[in-house]
Nanobody, 123 residues
């Protein structure tokens, strides 16, 4: 599976962005899809996960209630709607695919990664 993330940009605090991640290959629906982020000088961290069918989602506490992850298996695309953005959300955001069932939130549980898209939130 090859992944390409896009949709990042510069936004003011309180604003919103929607990230997209397009996947190639016919096995997209066989993978759970996650979003991670890495802020300058910090380790990459889990943001959100959506199950194979899209029926279940899981979020990091820091984004719960503000971000929404979803997927469209017909379009081989996963989305991350980010509302009420804060300066601390500034990071490079990565989409990733995992064959692991349950609630994988660790980097090593993901087999495929997109190239990342930069989100900058100004105060």
């Amino acid at each position: 599976v090859q992944l390409q993330a896009f949709g990042g940009g510069l936004v003011q605090a309180g604003g919103f962005l929607r990230l997209s991640c397009a996947a190639s290959g016919r096995t997209f629906s066989s993978y759970g899809m996650g979003w991670f982020r890495q802020a300058p000088g910090k380790e990459r961290e889990f943001v959100a996960l959506v199950s194979l069918s899209g029926g279940r989602t899981y979020y990091a506490d820091s984004v719960k209630g503000r971000f929404t992850i979803s997927r469209d298996n017909a379009k081989n695309t996963v989305y991350l709607q980010m509302n009420s953005l804060k300066p601390e959300d500034t990071a490079v955001y990565y989409c990733a695919a995992t064959p692991t069932t349950g609630w994988p939130a660790r980097i090593y549980e993901y087999d495929y990664w997109g190239q990342g898209t930069l989100v900058t939130v100004s105060s």
